[in-house]
């Protein structure tokens, strides 16, 4: 597992990074009506409540709305300045499987083969700043997509369902992660043949994944952190804009969405979907810590050092930032300072 990052008397940090946040208390990163003042009162609050640097994640919709919320998002960052806590942009599709299970919650509808000329035209319009695309590795087209665009980004697997040829391939071509491991695929799977296994069976990948209660029982993590290096392992929110509001039926342009009194975020009408995450990084991280398997140290790893490594930022850097968040050794948990 290597050295300990910091003393482990005490452990402050800025507060932690979160590869996948899709809203925030209200506010919805795939609204194109959502206003870069939106985006910064969220951000505002998302360091408030620990995390200190985070990807704006842009999901699957129509063409002009995900230019617009990207244009928006980069318009953020510019007013951010070089401290702000909005680190990039991660694409997560349009280019994933449209089967039921493996889309999640995605509109099929909007799904679509990567397209190499419109990404770059994206990458355009954030000025540089997509460090992160989500793809199905398996969709014609993915493996040239992927070796052209790996060396300028990470290129992560998610809502896929690759088999084992196809997956060498695309670690061939240059992918290096896999978004949500555990999730974005059917509920039902081969006992031995499935996505899982043979992700596993990579050990060239680093997996996110989202401890929040919801999206992996204990058994699986206990598994993930038994059976996989800690510095193959980042954590992960999939925060949605339903965090921070109470729990009830919110309607979306083609679902409604259930927030349950236990924390499940999930369609109205097949909740066995899952509608991303309602945790903060600081609640993932701190549940992760529950389970007795993780060092304070570990913990900094696997929800600073790891994700910022894989979208090309210095960790030593950003952990000379002021302090965030602190160590609380009795109770075995984070806490906001």
Aim: hydrophobic fraction near 40%; charge should be neutral.
């Amino acid at each position: 597992m290597g050295p300990p990052l910091l003393p482990a008397m005490r452990i402050d940090l800025p507060g932690f990074v979160d590869l996948q946040v899709n809203g925030y208390a209200g506010v919805d990163f795939l609204d194109p009506a959502t206003t870069v003042e939106d985006i910064l009162r969220a951000a505002r609050s998302l360091r408030q409540q620990g995390t200190a640097g985070f990807l704006l994640t842009v999901c699957t919709h129509r063409r002009e709305a995900i230019e617009t919320c990207i244009a928006h998002a980069r318009e953020a960052m510019d007013r951010q300045g070089p401290g702000g806590n909005l680190l990039g942009i991660h694409l997560e599709g349009p280019f994933i499987s449209p089967e039921y299970g493996y889309r999640g919650a995605h509109q099929a509808p909007y799904i679509i083969p990567p397209d190499l000329g419109w990404f770059r035209h994206l990458q355009s319009i954030a000025r540089g700043a997509l460090r992160m695309v989500t793809i199905a590795p398996e969709l014609p087209g993915a493996i040239e997509f992927i070796r052209a665009v790996s060396g300028d980004l990470l290129v992560s697997a998610g809502h896929a369902n690759p088999d084992y040829p196809v997956l060498r391939q695309a670690i061939g071509a240059g992918l290096r992660a896999v978004t949500h491991f555990g999730n974005g695929c059917r509920p039902e799977i081969h006992r031995h043949d499935n996505v899982l296994v043979r992700i596993l069976a990579c050990p060239e990948l680093r997996l996110c994944f989202i401890p929040d209660g919801q999206h992996l029982p204990e058994p699986f993590l206990r598994m993930l952190l038994n059976l996989v290096p800690r510095e193959r392992l980042a954590v992960t929110s999939d925060m949605v804009m339903y965090a921070g509001m109470p729990p009830g039926v919110y309607p979306r342009e083609a679902a409604r969405i259930r927030l349950r009194e236990d924390g499940r975020l999930c369609l109205a009408d097949d909740e066995k979907l899952l509608y991303g995450s309602c945790s903060t990084m600081l609640q993932c991280i701190n549940h992760l810590g529950a389970l007795g398997l993780v060092t304070a140290e570990d913990l900094v790893r696997l929800g600073v050092s790891n994700p910022l490594r894989l979208i090309g930022i210095d960790p030593e850097r950003f952990l000379q930032q002021p302090a965030g968040v602190a160590w609380e050794a009795e109770r075995r948990r984070f806490r906001v300072l």
